[in-house]
């Protein structure tokens, strides 16, 4: 089994006759920050949701914590942090009545660290759930969570629907808590400026694929992008491999290349460019890149 | 496991404390009655004051019952109380498990007192025809099934995204159900098809709950 925390084998899913993951492959080894990228729509809650057993896969298999997710026991169960996307907790519940239930259901439990949490949010404990707002939701979806000191936490797209201050003030304190020795965690999310804060490693999911797998540092140098003027009209095709995005305008070309090397360099010469600049890219110009276009694979 | 079943009897506290009020106020009747005397008719083999309490009350009970495991399903389905439970140390199977003991506590609620006083007062004020021990355990043992089969039935129908088709299927069925002892009587039979109704709900809801998406 290895130590991987999360483990992903040839997970296919049919969601009302529509392929939602295509053959998804992924290792999540123990103590690492992933961050699963994708646009809305495009199956990272599925795939959240048939890790934590809440779904069932159509094909493949997924382990959490060396257990199959179907087949997750109480004492797994209570090792995993979970914050679900739109919080739903149960609604009607005052906070102070949820906090006793997950209490007693769980094994682990620092109530100084939840007080210190509610605190750091300001939640008050005796409203309903359900008058809170998003924001405050996921303050104390995520403060449920961190009060097992989970092994494992998943984060489904915490900040969404969360205004900016809202937004800001749960990821800082995320952060702290996210950094903290050993514990694993799987953020998704498809806001690229909360991923880039925590991951250090990526994956990005384009039409059901997990097209991207590989450390964010990995990720911003196998991804070119080439400006590159011609001294009269661009060539049609440049017969060059892994071509991301291809857009040219009078003698101009502008190229976006995964795992540019010296061989593409060498082919990309035979064409003679009159002039060839390298484009900086953030982890944004790269998501939009990779999700505007087919499937590439930068999987490491 | 005793904290979700403590969560399921807390969520179904208005079930409970007006079932209590309830059994309160027949146990008060039976007495009052049985103290004025049984009377010699009896109905099923039942002593007729006692059938006729019983014949009002417990159709109720029964609609209540499928009531009770309708709403324990449909709410935690509409609300997503089962998908966030299960995210916590808890299994699918524990979930459901604390439901149906929740039922059967319930249930239990309302037949033990109703059974104890009945016996107590056989006992106080004998009748002509006294029914037997195992008689008197055969009635409740019917009545139990036909409230927990009624019951299951409600399980079953209640995981559905719609409210009109599980209250029609209970508006429906319980009454067929509580017509089966009219029909057949406090007998063997009665109590072999209640618990076969019972396996087969029971184990269709199970089925359902840990395949279905939470």
């Known amino acids: 089994m290895g130590n991987e925390a999360i483990k992903v084998e040839n997970l296919v899913k049919f969601y009302e006759g529509r392929c939602v993951l295509d053959g998804i492959n992924l290792k999540v080894p123990q103590g690492c920050i992933y961050g699963l990228l994708g646009r809305n729509g495009v199956g990272k809650t599925t795939l959240i949701r048939i890790l934590l057993g809440l779904d069932l896969p159509t094909r493949g298999q997924t382990h959490l914590l060396g257990c199959e997710s179907s087949k997750l026991s109480a004492e797994i169960h209570g090792r995993i942090g979970y914050v679900a996307e739109g919080h739903n907790l149960i609604q009607n519940y005052r906070v102070g009545k949820l906090i006793n239930l997950c209490k007693s259901l769980s094994a682990k439990w620092d109530q100084d660290f939840l007080n210190h949490l509610l605190e750091t949010f300001r939640l008050p404990t005796d409203r309903k759930i359900k008058q809170f707002s998003g924001g405050m939701r996921g303050q104390l979806n995520l403060s449920l969570a961190m009060a097992i000191d989970p092994e494992l936490l998943i984060l489904d797209d915490p900040t969404l629907g969360l205004d900016t201050v809202a937004r800001r003030q749960f990821l800082e304190l995320a952060i702290d808590l996210l950094q903290q020795d050993g514990r694993t965690i799987l953020f998704s999310s498809h806001i690229l400026s909360d991923v880039e804060r925590i991951a250090d490693r990526i994956g990005i999911l384009v039409a059901g694929k997990l097209a991207v797998d590989c450390t964010l540092e990995e990720l911003k140098n196998r991804v070119t992008k080439l400006r590159l003027i011609f001294p009269e009209k661009p060539p049609a095709d440049l017969h060059l491999t892994d071509i991301i995005n291809q857009q040219a305008q009078g003698r101009e070309l502008v190229i976006t290349v995964a795992n540019f090397n010296k061989q593409k360099q060498a082919i990309i010469e035979t064409f003679k460019p009159s002039n060839c600049t390298e484009v900086p890219m953030s982890l944004e110009d790269i998501f939009i890149e990779c999700t505007n276009t087919q499937p590439l694979s930068i999987v490491n | ?214």
């Open chain 2, 1 to 214: 496991m005793l904290a979700l079943i403590k969560r399921e009897i807390a969520d179904a506290a208005v079930f409970f404390l007006i079932t209590a009020i309830f059994v309160l106020i027949l146990t008060g009747m039976l007495v009052y009655r049985v103290a004025i005397g049984w009377g010699s008719d009896q109905i099923l083999g039942v002593p007729s004051t006692m059938y006729k309490i019983f014949g009002n009350f417990f159709p109720f009970i029964f609609l209540i019952a499928a009531v009770l495991g309708a709403l324990q399903m449909y709410l935690d389905r509409d609300k997503k109380i089962s998908s966030y439970l299960s995210t916590l140390a808890t299994t699918r199977r524990q979930i459901l498990s604390a439901k149906i003991i929740t039922g059967v506590l319930w249930i239990l609620l309302v037949i033990l007192p109703i059974a104890a006083t009945d016996a107590v007062l056989l006992k106080v004020f004998p009748m002509v025809a006294v029914p037997d021990a195992g008689f008197l355990i055969r009635i409740f043992v019917t009545i139990f099934l036909c409230g927990l089969a009624c019951y299951s039935f409600g399980l079953l129908v209640g995981w559905h995204s719609g409210k009109s088709l599980p209250a029609l299927g209970i508006i429906l069925v319980t009454p067929i159900l509580v017509s089966l002892i009219v029909i057949k009587g406090f007998g063997l039979q009665t109590i072999i098809f209640f618990l076969l109704f019972i396996s087969a709900a029971i184990i269709r809801t199970w089925q359902k709950f840990m395949s279905l998406s939470l």
